[in-house]
């Protein structure tokens, strides 16, 4: 297949590792990424007082495609460790009743944050120019007739270059409302309709830093795990994130609220979401000061509850795909394992 020239949306593990593969290949990729680096929900936000990986948490390796990728590309194997965590489940609203949860599988995490993994991956192609951070795609066209049918609108502006093909690396929704935006200029693909099909979940997540307390005060009225999955009716997850490798000792935590109640409260402000989940925090861990740092954060489209059942889209005609966690479930790999084999059938 003679070498193309590919717009890819969207810089999360899905898009990157697209992106990397067809490069690899010999094509040419632009990657277009609306945020101030590539990471997608393997974020990590800093504060003065440490870091927080506020997304996704920690990631698994099941596949041995994944594994191959986290052991052979270059430089990889100093931005991730394996996180030796006992995970429990809380079982009361008071934090009191707990039950011990086995894995059979690995928690890695990126070090010294989630986002660095991607952000490790993504460096050659920053690094030569095919990653475009802060670029928002607003509108596709397509003219068939066209050498390069593909055209892209980004930030208000025209974008000088054309493309042979399109693959939007996104969370569903936002895959179908740029799709529909579009529609006067492109016609639309037969895999639209499949795309409403997925339903994603919200998360609220707070990010809470306690750096007035002493390793001996965090002993005494911490609880004695790291990291809780929670049966308390608004929040599903804790972490303490100096637990994880690399993350410095001051005492921090990440709250996720879990899907029904960030659905509830998807409309309300940060400053209210923050007060509600620093109660339920405090019921459930005994850390009853408050945080000396705090901050809430929306993740609309956090958790896969219903997946589309195939890795990728792909439209023959219109050379038009779309790739992401979402097409597999909720995973990291879920999403490598469809930005690779996406890019490795049209390569």
Not at 38 to 67: E, I, L, N, Y
Not at 127 to 154: D, F, I, M, N
Not at 204 to 219: E, H, N, T
Request: glycine share 8%.
């Amino acid at each position: 297949m003679s070498t193309r020239h590919w717009a890819i949306v969207g810089a999360g593990m899905a898009g990157i590792t697209a992106a990397r593969t067809l490069w690899k290949a010999g094509h040419r990729v632009t990657v277009f990424e609306k945020s101030a680096g590539a990471s997608g929900r393997m974020a990590t936000r800093q504060s003065d007082h440490g870091s927080f990986d506020h997304g996704a948490q920690f990631f698994t390796v099941r596949d041995s495609r994944f594994a191959t990728a986290l052991g052979q590309v270059p430089g990889t194997l100093d931005h991730h460790r394996a996180w030796s965590v006992a995970g429990v489940r809380v079982l009361d609203a008071l934090g009191r009743k707990i039950e011990v949860t086995a894995s059979p599988d690995y928690r890695w995490v990126g070090t010294p944050g989630m986002n660095h993994l991607v952000r490790h991956w993504a460096q050659p192609l920053l690094t030569a120019g095919h990653l475009k951070l802060h670029a928002r795609v607003e509108e596709l066209a397509h003219e068939a007739s066209a050498p390069q049918p593909w055209r892209l609108t980004v930030a208000g502006q025209a974008w000088p270059q054309a493309f042979d093909g399109v693959i939007l690396a996104l969370p569903a929704p936002q895959a179908t409302q740029l799709l529909d935006a579009s529609t006067a200029h492109m016609p639309m693909p037969q895999s639209r309709a499949d795309l409403d099909r997925v339903q994603l979940q919200p998360c609220w997540a707070a990010m809470l830093a306690f750096p007035q307390a002493s390793q001996a005060q965090v002993k005494q009225w911490g609880p004695h795990w790291n990291a809780a999955q929670s049966t308390h009716h608004r929040i599903s997850w804790l972490a303490r994130e100096s637990s994880k490798p690399l993350r410095g000792a001051t005492e921090r935590w990440t709250v996720h609220a879990n899907p029904e109640w960030s659905r509830e409260h998807l409309a309300d402000d940060p400053e209210r979401v923050l007060v509600k989940l620093s109660q339920a925090f405090a019921q459930l861990t005994g850390i009853r000061t408050r945080p000396y740092w705090a901050q809430a954060h929306l993740w609309r489209y956090a958790l896969t509850t219903q997946a589309l059942g195939a890795p990728f889209t792909w439209d023959e005609a219109l050379q038009l795909g779309t790739c992401g966690d979402w097409h597999l479930g909720h995973r990291v790999e879920d999403a490598f394992l469809s930005g690779l084999t996406l890019a490795e059938s049209v390569c």
